[in-house]
């Protein structure tokens, strides 16, 4: 099912706003323009909230034109700010073509910015984003294996492979000029959202299973097993595609140097989440009632 985000320049919508309207992940700047890049604490509130992370860069709307020399100066500027921002090594820096570039220069010049671009960050994964040309031609001839394909210059036409599509343009959200995105895959080059161990307020709320209130069981051990299962949910509401994710790194890429530091990182992260909820289990009080035989094992 497409994931909808959002992406915007100069002004950033607040976390809270794109939570309201439903958004999941938020594209913001690297860029040579300090006002127009998103911050460190921009995206670990993002995170904070729920909202994923992805970046772009960006020179100049045509700076693709400039060829093999902008795109190593390019690449190298991208790696290092994406480093200050704490941005893995392992989600995409999508860098933009943003103007209807001919075969000619697809073919030429944007070629070897890209191919240039993508060498200078060394581990650093990377994608385009442009019309459909543009966005074709570099993820058939694998310079890069991420597109991010606008409506514009597209003629109504999507091409199928690429992760990213932007749809429309000019939304207000959060009193910021945003345009809308949506991701037609679960791994779209993201830097995703923290995982957070909910409260014990928040597990007693949670609207799970049962899901009315004369079906909520008044035993207190039942009523424990469903606020525990509850727990479950809602991590797995926060992260839909972690399991993707370990899928992929089970799939051979475990053997990369960045790759293994980033399963080490979510390993002592989901450490901290099963620490947290070994606390959360309610008191249990009141008389037990078993029918059948109940089994019980050493811990």
Same mark, same amino acid.
């Given at each position: ?40 604490? %921009? ?12 970046? /772009? ?27 200050? =921002? ?27 910015? =890209? ?18 040309? /543009? ?35 000019? /939304? ?21 959202? %923290? ?57 051979? =890429? ?7 530091? %980033? ?37």
């Amino acid at each position: 099912m497409p994931i909808e985000g959002v992406d915007s320049s100069y002004c950033r919508p607040s976390p809270a706003s794109l939570v309201a309207a439903g958004k999941h992940f938020y594209i913001g700047y690297v860029s040579p323009e300090s006002g127009k890049n998103v911050t460190k604490a %921009e995206c670990d509130a993002f995170r904070a909230a729920g909202i994923d992370v992805v970046l /772009v860069w960006e020179h100049t709307a045509n700076r693709a034109l400039q060829g093999a020399e902008a795109g190593h100066s390019d690449g190298s500027s991208a790696r290092n700010q994406a480093d200050a =921002l704490g941005y893995p090594s392992t989600s995409v820096i999508y860098t933009a073509v943003d103007f209807d570039a001919s075969a000619s220069q697809i073919a030429g010049p944007v070629h070897d910015y =890209l191919d240039a671009f993508a060498a200078a960050g060394g581990l650093m994964v990377t994608g385009v984003y442009g019309g459909i040309d /543009v966005v074709s031609y570099v993820m058939s001839h694998n310079i890069m294996a991420f597109g991010w394909q606008t409506y514009a210059w597209s003629g109504g036409d999507w091409y199928a492979p690429a992760q990213l599509r932007q749809y429309h343009n000019g /939304v207000t959200i959060g009193g910021c000029d945003t345009d809308l995105d949506r991701a037609m895959v679960a791994d779209f080059g993201q830097w995703e959202a %923290e995982m957070t161990a909910p409260t014990p307020a928040q597990i007693w709320a949670f609207d799970g299973i049962p899901n009315t209130a004369a079906d909520k069981p008044t035993n207190p051990t039942t009523a424990a097993a469903f606020a525990l299962g509850n727990v479950r949910t809602m991590l797995l509401n926060q992260v839909p595609q972690q399991s993707s994710l370990l899928a992929g790194v089970a799939q051979g =890429l475990s053997n990369d140097v960045a790759m293994k530091a %980033e399963l080490d990182a979510m390993n002592v992260k989901l450490d901290k989440i099963l620490t947290a909820i070994a606390g959360l289990s309610p008191g249990v009080s009141g008389d037990l009632n078993v029918t059948g035989v109940l089994h019980l094992a050493e811990a």
